[in-house]
């Protein structure tokens, strides 16, 4: 084939690109810009009012880091954080456990599996805010129904969110019994999707279900565990709806994590310039988090 000819045979090609590349521009750029004014731009002004004294009303005079030192003299915030860690912990370890278990049992098969699996995945079906004002009639002390239960089986009733002590586990009742599900369907199609070779063999090997839980479930399923446990990790720490209903951040502050704190500093007290110190500190937090996890989850992926 000449020169010529080739040259001839790639005008089109080359013309067919330089389209393409055109109308690529043409939907690239308009994303682009909404991103940045969508994501970019909200991030970059919370920034620059936490340098700022900001209030509803009156100036907004530049302070610097000043509300960022002012939390660490605040004990208000530094035990917001401590409840939201042990918050946070609590409501990704018992779900993930309670999911992963239930992951196993669905995986197996019994009667009235689909009737089973169903009515299990129905408490995430519900929005929270419907879930957090059914549970807190439930848990009101004279007239909810789980005081009456206890009563009845000659328990003696409990105070559950209406005192500092039990407040916290209480809501992590709560969310453990909403977001176990979630867990459970990941987990589940993980273990779906295993081979079963090494089950046959096991069986063969007169291994019992424990050991083949163990030294084959598991560390096939494990990526699938570290998929749901970041999962549930974002989304405990973001937790504000069931709380704010529930408690309020109360009794007190037995209750107040930082998304609740924040919530009173930017739009109760109108403190917005505190209130954006204490978001940014928080999304650094649930970043910094978020990728330890996801550092532990590539380091051990399929190993």
């Given at each position: 084939?000449?020169?010529?000819?080739?040259?001839?045979?790639?005008?089109?090609?080359?013309?067919?690109?330089?389209?393409?590349?055109?109308?690529?521009?043409?939907?690239?750029?308009?994303?682009?810009?909404?991103?940045?004014?969508?994501?970019?731009?909200?991030?970059?002004?919370?920034?620059?009012?936490?340098?700022?004294?900001?209030?509803v009303t009156g100036a907004t005079p530049f302070v610097g880091f000043a509300n960022y030192a002012k939390m660490l003299q605040d004990e208000r915030f530094l035990w917001a954080i401590v409840r939201t860690l042990?918050?946070?912990?609590?409501?990704v370890i018992a779900p993930v456990l309670l999911g992963v278990w239930a992951a196993v049992c669905f995986a197996s098969q019994f009667k009235l599996r689909g009737l089973a699996r169903t009515l299990f995945v129905?408490?995430?079906?519900?929005?929270?805010?419907?879930?957090?004002?059914?549970?807190?009639?439930?848990?009101?002390?004279?007239?909810?129904?789980?005081?009456?239960?206890?009563?009845?089986?000659?328990?003696?009733?409990?105070?559950?969110?209406?005192?500092?002590?039990?407040?916290?586990?209480?809501?992590?009742?709560?969310?453990?019994?909403?977001?176990?599900?979630?867990?459970?369907?990941?987990?589940?199609?993980?273990?779906?999707?295993?081979?079963?070779?090494?089950?046959?063999?096991?069986?063969?090997?007169?291994?019992?279900?424990?050991?083949?839980?163990?030294?084959?479930?598991?560390?096939?399923?494990?990526?699938?565990?570290?998929?749901?446990?970041?999962?549930?990790?974002?989304?405990?720490?973001?937790?504000?709806?069931?709380?704010?209903?529930?408690?309020?951040?109360?009794?007190?502050?037995?209750?107040?994590?930082?998304?609740?704190?924040?919530?009173?500093?930017?739009?109760?007290?109108?403190?917005?310039?505190?209130?954006?110190?204490?978001?940014?500190?928080?999304?650094?937090?649930?970043?910094?988090?978020?990728?330890?996890?996801?550092?532990?989850?590539?380091?051990?992926?399929?190993?």
């Amino acid at each position: 084939m000449s020169t010529t000819t080739a040259t001839t045979l790639s005008r089109p090609v080359t013309t067919r690109g330089h389209a393409y590349a055109r109308h690529y521009w043409a939907f690239a750029v308009p994303a682009a810009v909404v991103v940045l004014l969508v994501i970019l731009f909200p991030w970059v002004f919370t920034i620059f009012m936490s340098l700022h004294d900001w209030k509803v009303t009156g100036a907004t005079p530049f302070v610097g880091f000043a509300n960022y030192a002012k939390m660490l003299q605040d004990e208000r915030f530094l035990w917001a954080i401590v409840r939201t860690l042990w918050f946070t912990a609590a409501t990704v370890i018992a779900p993930v456990l309670l999911g992963v278990w239930a992951a196993v049992c669905f995986a197996s098969q019994f009667k009235l599996r689909g009737l089973a699996r169903t009515l299990f995945v129905l408490p995430m079906m519900a929005t929270p805010v419907a879930i957090a004002l059914v549970w807190t009639m439930m848990f009101h002390p004279q007239l909810g129904v789980l005081n009456y239960l206890l009563t009845s089986v000659g328990l003696p009733p409990s105070s559950w969110v209406y005192a500092s002590s039990s407040v916290i586990p209480t809501l992590v009742m709560v969310e453990t019994w909403q977001w176990t599900p979630l867990v459970m369907l990941i987990v589940l199609g993980g273990i779906a999707s295993l081979p079963q070779e090494p089950y046959e063999a096991a069986i063969l090997d007169g291994a019992s279900a424990w050991q083949m839980f163990r030294h084959i479930t598991l560390p096939l399923a494990w990526p699938f565990i570290m998929v749901a446990t970041v999962i549930r990790l974002i989304d405990a720490l973001k937790t504000f709806d069931t709380i704010y209903v529930i408690t309020l951040g109360g009794p007190g502050t037995s209750s107040e994590t930082i998304n609740i704190l924040l919530y009173q500093t930017a739009f109760a007290y109108y403190d917005l310039g505190y209130g954006s110190a204490i978001v940014v500190v928080f999304f650094l937090l649930i970043l910094l988090i978020s990728l330890l996890l996801l550092r532990v989850r590539q380091r051990e992926a399929w190993r």
